[in-house]
C-alpha cells in the first residue's frame, strides 16, 4: 500500500499549516481536464487569467463526526461533493514524516517568495502539446513511426457521466520523440455540449485524440507537518467511491484509495523507479552530471551542429546523407563541388572603375537571409562529394569548414553550420583521398542504413522535418570543459595527441580536436557523442575517467570521508575530485581548499586556477587568501626565529651561570 492520501477539510484551512491555506485554490492539469474533471471559468489561480491558471475542484477526506466527504471547490471555498461522480479532481499528498528526508526526483527544491518550499517529484501526463507538434505525433503514430518506451499510465475508462458503472483501468502508454514524452488520450470531459479549450490554446470535444506531455510534478512542502500536496489537480475521472454515500470513515476502502494505491504509485515512480535502478546497477560517479547514455547517429550530427563543429558524414553511395541532413533543415543550401566552378563557390574577383572588387557568390546571399529571417533557427550549408572535389575546391572548402569564411572575406553568419559528405575511395573511382589538415576540421559520423531505420525514413512525411533552434550561448563558461580538462591533466600526451592513420583515416586527437570536443559536449552534455571527433577508443577511456567515484563538496562539507581514503586515491581520482569540487560555492571555497591540500600541492594548484578561471572577484577572494596564509606564514617564521633566539639567550645565559659557579667553587 503506499503513502499517497487526501488531507481533510480541516487541515486545508487550519490555521496552523500556512502552506495549505495559501495554496488552497487550485489549477487543473490538461490531463485532468481530458479525463473529466470540472473547471470553472470564473476563479483563477492568484489572478492569473491564462488558462493555465483555471481552477478546478478537488477531494478531501472525511475529518467530522459525521465523517462527511468534501470538496474544495474552484474559489478555495469547502463545499459538497458527489462521491459517485468523476468530475471532481485530485491533488494527492504525502506524508514524508518517516522518511530521512523530502522525496524529490534528485534535485534541491525552490523557495517561492514567501518562503514555501518547492520540490519536484515523479513524472506524470500534465499539459497538452501544442498544435504543430500534435500533428506530427498524430502522424507518427498513424504510420505506427513513434517510439514506445514502455512504460504506460493508466485511467478509468468509464465516461464521466456514467455514475453506475465500477472501475475499469484504461492503458495509456508512452511515446518518446525528439527527447521528449507522450501519452495519447482520448477526451472524456465532463463539459458536454459544447467544444473545451487547452492550455495550447486549441478547442476540443469529446472523443478527440489529444497528446499530452509527460513531465515532473510539482509539490508543495509543509515542513511543519511533514506532508506536502500536488500543486495542481493531477488526475481526475475515478470516482471517490462507487455509492452515493457521503459519509465515509473508512478512506483505506474506497475507489480513489485504492485506485492511488494500485495504479497512480506505480506511474508517478516508475520513470525515477529505472533511473535509480540504473544508477545501482552501473555504480558510477559522475563528477559532471554527463548523461551516460547511449546516442544516435542523429544524436551525434545534432550535437555537432548545436556546437558549431562542422560534420563529415561518411558511407555507401545512397545511404541517404543528404536526407539526414534534410530532416534537420528541410530546405538546406546544397553545393556540390564535384561540378562547381572555384567562382561560384567563392565569389567573383573583377575590376571596377579600375578597382578590384569581389561579388559574393549568390549561395551565401541566400544562407545570409534565410538566417536573418529565421535567427532563431540553425541553417546548414551542405557540401556535397568533397572527396570528389579538386584538391583546389578542396583547399577553398578548408577554409569554410575552419574558419567559418568565404574566400576569407565573408563570415557566415552566427547561426549557420557546415555539413559536408562524399564518397569514399574504393566507392568511387574519382574519389580523390582527404588531407590532414582538412579531414581534421571535422567531426565524422559513419552512416549505416539500418532496414529499422529505413523503414523510419520511408513513412516519415518530409512535412513534419524540423529545424533545430539556435541557442546562442550567454553564460561564461570555461575554454575548456572541466571534464576534459581533468582528463588530459590525468592521461598527459598519450591523448592530447594520437596518430592520424593516413592509410584508414579515422577520428583521432589533437589539442584542436579536443576543442572540438570540449564545444561538442558543453552542446550535448553527452560524452558518447565525442566519438566523432576523438574516436571511439578514446570516447570509452574518457567515459571511465569521468565515472571514477570521488569525493563530492558534500562529502568535503560534511567530514564524509577519511584520511585512509584520501591515501587510497590515485592521481587520475585525485583529478576527477578536484574537478567536481571546482563547482563549490565561494562561501565554502575555504573548507574546500583547505581539504585539496591533502590530495597535494600540484591537486591544490589546479583547484585554484580552474575554480577562480574567468572570474575576478573568485580571483580576487582567492589571492586574499593566499595573501593571508603567505603573512601567516612570514608571522609564524618570524616567531619562531623569536623563538629560537629565546632559545639561544637563555642558553647563553644558562652557561654564563655555569661557569660562575664552576669558577666560585674553585675559589672555595
Avoid at 244 to 261: A, L, Q, R, S, V
Avoid at 425 to 441: C, G, H, Q
Avoid at 497 to 518: I, L, Q, V
Wanted: hydrophobic letters at 35%; aromatic letters at 10%; a negative charge.
Amino acid at each position: 500500500m503506499s503513502d499517497f492520501t487526501f488531507l481533510t477539510i480541516e487541515q486545508f484551512f487550519s490555521d496552523d499549516l500556512r502552506v495549505f491555506d495559501k495554496k488552497r485554490k487550485a489549477a487543473l492539469t490538461d490531463f485532468s481536464i481530458l479525463l473529466g474533471g470540472t473547471y470553472y471559468d470564473d476563479f483563477y489561480l492568484d489572478n492569473d487569467r491564462s488558462l493555465r491558471g483555471r481552477t478546478g475542484f478537488y477531494w478531501t477526506k472525511s475529518d467530522d463526526e459525521n465523517n462527511n466527504v468534501k470538496v474544495v471547490d474552484g474559489g478555495g471555498c469547502k463545499n459538497w461533493g458527489y462521491v459517485e461522480w468523476r468530475i471532481a479532481g485530485a491533488r494527492p499528498a504525502l506524508s514524508f514524516s518517516d522518511m530521512e528526508s523530502i522525496p524529490t526526483n534528485g534535485e534541491e527544491g525552490k523557495r517561492e517568495e514567501d518562503s514555501i518550499l518547492e520540490v519536484e517529484y515523479g513524472y506524470y501526463p500534465q499539459e497538452a502539446a501544442d498544435k504543430n507538434m500534435q500533428e506530427i505525433l498524430e502522424e507518427l503514430y498513424k504510420k505506427a513511426s513513434i517510439s514506445k518506451t514502455g512504460k504506460s499510465y493508466t485511467t478509468d475508462s468509464r465516461k464521466c457521466r456514467d455514475t453506475d458503472k465500477r472501475f475499469l483501468a484504461k492503458k495509456h502508454e508512452e511515446y518518446e520523440y525528439d527527447g521528449k514524452r507522450y501519452v495519447r488520450v482520448e477526451a472524456n470531459s465532463s463539459h458536454d455540449g459544447y467544444k473545451f479549450k487547452l492550455s495550447n490554446e486549441e478547442y476540443y470535444d469529446n472523443g478527440d485524440y489529444v497528446w499530452v506531455e509527460v513531465s515532473p510534478v510539482k509539490w508543495w512542502v509543509e515542513e511543519k507537518a511533514k506532508i506536502m500536496i500536488t500543486e495542481k489537480i493531477i488526475f481526475a475521472g475515478v470516482q471517490f467511491n462507487d455509492e452515493n454515500n457521503y459519509h465515509i470513515w473508512n478512506f483505506e476502502g474506497t475507489n480513489i484509495k485504492k485506485f492511488m494505491d494500485d495504479y497512480f504509485a506505480k506511474d508517478l515512480l516508475q520513470s525515477l523507479d529505472i533511473t535509480k535502478q540504473e544508477d545501482a546497477e552501473n555504480q558510477i560517479g559522475n563528477t559532471y552530471n554527463l548523461d551516460f547514455s547511449e546516442v544516435s547517429e542523429k544524436d551525434i550530427i545534432r550535437g555537432a551542429l548545436q556546437s558549431n563543429v562542422a560534420i563529415f558524414l561518411h558511407g555507401q553511395p545512397g545511404c541517404g546523407k543528404s536526407d539526414r541532413v534534410k530532416q534537420l533543415d528541410p530546405d538546406f543550401i546544397e553545393l556540390n563541388l564535384s561540378h562547381l566552378d572555384p567562382e561560384l563557390l567563392d565569389g567573383l574577383a573583377g575590376e571596377r572603375e579600375g578597382k578590384e572588387v569581389h561579388i559574393k557568390p549568390p549561395w551565401l546571399e541566400e544562407l545570409e537571409e534565410k538566417c536573418e529571417n529565421e535567427p532563431d533557427k540553425i541553417h546548414i550549408l551542405f557540401l556535397e562529394e568533397l572527396t570528389n572535389a579538386s584538391v583546389v575546391m578542396q583547399a577553398k572548402a578548408y577554409g569554410i569548414a575552419l574558419d567559418k569564411k568565404v574566400a576569407g572575406r565573408w563570415k557566415l553568419p552566427e547561426n549557420a553550420r557546415v555539413v559536408a559528405a562524399g564518397n569514399e575511395l574504393e566507392d568511387s573511382l574519382v574519389a580523390n583521398e582527404m588531407a590532414e589538415p582538412l579531414y581534421d576540421r571535422f567531426a565524422h559520423v559513419n552512416i549505416e542504413t539500418k532496414i529499422e531505420d529505413w523503414l523510419e525514413w520511408a513513412v516519415t512525411p518530409e512535412n513534419i522535418y524540423r529545424r533545430i533552434d539556435y541557442r546562442k550561448g550567454t553564460e561564461p563558461k570555461q575554454k575548456i570543459h572541466p571534464a576534459i580538462y581533468g582528463y588530459i591533466s590525468y592521461k598527459g600526451d598519450e591523448v592530447l595527441r594520437t596518430p592520424y592513420n593516413k592509410e584508414n583515416p579515422k577520428p583521432h586527437a589533437d589539442p584542436r580536436r579536443w576543442k572540438m570536443a570540449s564545444d561538442m559536449l558543453y552542446a550535448s552534455n553527452n560524452p558518447n557523442t565525442l566519438r566523432a571527433i576523438i574516436g571511439e577508443y578514446l570516447t570509452k577511456d574518457f567515459i571511465s575517467f569521468c565515472k571514477l567515484p570521488i569525493i563530492t563538496i558534500e562529502d568535503v562539507l560534511n567530514g564524509n570521508y577519511t584520511e585512509e581514503k584520501i591515501k587510497d586515491m590515485d592521481i587520475g581520482r585525485k583529478l576527477a575530485t578536484v574537478c567536481g569540487l571546482v563547482a563549490v560555492e565561494s562561501k565554502d571555497m575555504l573548507k574546500v581548499r583547505e581539504f585539496t591540500k591533502k590530495l597535494g600541492p600540484e591537486i591544490c594548484k589546479k583547484f585554484e586556477v580552474q575554480w577562480a578561471h574567468g572570474d575576478e572577484e573568485k580571483l580576487e577572494q582567492l589571492q586574499e587568501v593566499i595573501m593571508k596564509e603567505k603573512e601567516e606564514a612570514i608571522m609564524k617564521k618570524q616567531e619562531d626565529i623569536m623563538e629560537e633566539q629565546e632559545d639561544i639567550m637563555e642558553e647563553q645565559e644558562e652557561a654564563v651561570k655555569q661557569a660562575e659557579e664552576y669558577n666560585s667553587s674553585i675559589e672555595k
